[in-house]
Structures are given as structure tokens and as C-alpha cells.
């Protein structure tokens, strides 16, 4: 058993970079598409929807395999590496989930918030950034602590693009050793200890958030 433990923990160690490299991209992808989804302007409310649609209508298998097996191809002639590849699948694919859960975190905002902004005479991305925005954070992280917990879990498909995450670590050891259950107990515990670390630091910040805005 001691034996399976370094080449999981190294699979281990690609599937958290992998997961906190998306969920960064993830996350600005979210902001960026929730505030266009705000915007006056119709071009990027509707710039902001249509990523919504394509990327939360769409299997993130198919989103990863287009990046990696398509893009190489005519006209596009673009080879990306299996950690950009994963990264910015993984990415793209949280961000459209996870702007519609901003956009519903800004709905959450009570109404006297905005006005009170603009009693205030703040310019509207003042009243957006500084006002409302740390609000809807509030509203944001519990089911932003799942979407993280989820994209974790999805991040298992990297190993179809050739990424030697904790997936493919795994099946490696399962063939060479024909010790499946215990390779597969490991990665079941490795994916619990890691979803658990995900929830227990947005727990934090949810207290520490409340604490700013008390």
C-alpha cells in the first residue's frame, strides 16, 4: 500500500493545480460575465448571455475534447498544452456556471442598496464595485463552495487529455499492480480530503466576510 502512495500523491498535487488554476479563471470569467450581463449596453448583455448558453449547454467532455483535438486542426492550427487545455475547460465552463450564481447573488441585494448609491452621487461602476458587489459576494460563496466542490470533481476528465492527474494516476496503478480497490479507496479519500480542504477555507472566508460587512 506505501508503495501506491507517491504516485498518487503526485496526481494528487496536478489535480489541485489544475482545479485552483480554473477556479481563478473561472471566477474572473464569472465577474466579467455577470457585470456585462448588467450592463446598459445590449451588445454585452448579449456578448454576456451567449457565453451562459454555449458553455453551460454544452458537456464539458465535449468543451475539453474540442480544445485539445479540434483547435490543432485547420484553420484554427492552435496546439495547447494538457494544462491549458484543462485550465481553460475547466475554466470556461465554471465562469458560465458560476455567473448566473452572481447574477442571482446580485439580484439578492436589496433595492434601498442601489438607491442608496445613488443618493450618494457614485458613478455606476463605483456604485457596482464598491456598493453592491461585496453584497452580493455575501449571497455568492455558499453555493459558490459547491460550484468549487463541483469543478474539483469534473476536473477527474483532465486525464482524458493526457493530464497524469489523480484519475489517471490511478487507472496507471490499478493495470501495473491489479490492486484496484486500494488504489481506488486512496483516490476516493484523496477527492473527499480535498472537497472537504475546498469547503472548510470557503467556510472561513464566509465568517471572515460576515465579519467585514457586520
Not at 504516485?7 to 473561472?26: I, K, N, P, S
Not at 485539445?68 to 465552463?93: E, I, K, M
Amino acid at each position: 500500500m506505501s508503495a501506491l502512495l507517491p504516485l498518487l500523491w503526485r496526481g494528487a498535487l496536478v489535480t489541485a493545480q489544475v482545479t485552483l488554476l480554473a477556479a481563478a479563471l473561472a471566477a474572473l470569467l464569472a465577474l466579467a460575465a455577470a457585470a456585462a450581463r448588467q450592463a446598459p449596453w445590449r451588445a454585452l448583455r448579449a456578448g454576456g448571455a451567449a457565453y451562459v448558453a454555449v458553455f453551460r449547454g454544452s458537456s464539458l467532455l465535449v468543451q475539453l475534447f474540442w480544445l485539445f483535438y479540434v483547435l490543432p486542426l485547420p484553420p484554427f492550427d492552435l496546439r495547447l498544452a494538457p494544462l491549458t487545455v484543462g485550465v481553460l475547460g475547466l475554466g470556461l465552463n465554471g465562469g458560465a456556471y458560476g455567473a448566473e450564481l452572481l447574477r442571482g447573488a446580485l439580484a439578492a441585494v436589496p433595492r434601498g442598496q442601489h438607491e442608496a448609491a445613488i443618493a450618494l452621487s457614485l458613478p455606476p461602476l463605483q456604485r457596482w464595485w464598491r456598493i453592491v458587489l461585496p453584497q452580493a459576494l455575501r449571497h455568492a460563496l455558499p453555493p459558490a463552495t459547491t460550484l468549487l466542490i463541483e469543478l474539483l470533481k469534473g476536473s477527474a476528465l483532465v486525464s482524458l487529455v493526457g493530464m497524469a492527474d489523480l484519475s489517471m494516476r490511478a487507472g496507471q496503478l490499478a493495470e501495473a499492480t491489479f490492486e484496484t480497490g486500494p488504489v481506488y479507496a486512496l483516490v476516493l479519500l484523496g477527492y473527499f480530503v480535498m472537497a472537504q480542504a475546498i469547503h472548510g477555507l470557503m467556510r472561513l472566508a464566509e465568517r471572515r466576510l460576515a465579519r467585514g460587512q457586520a
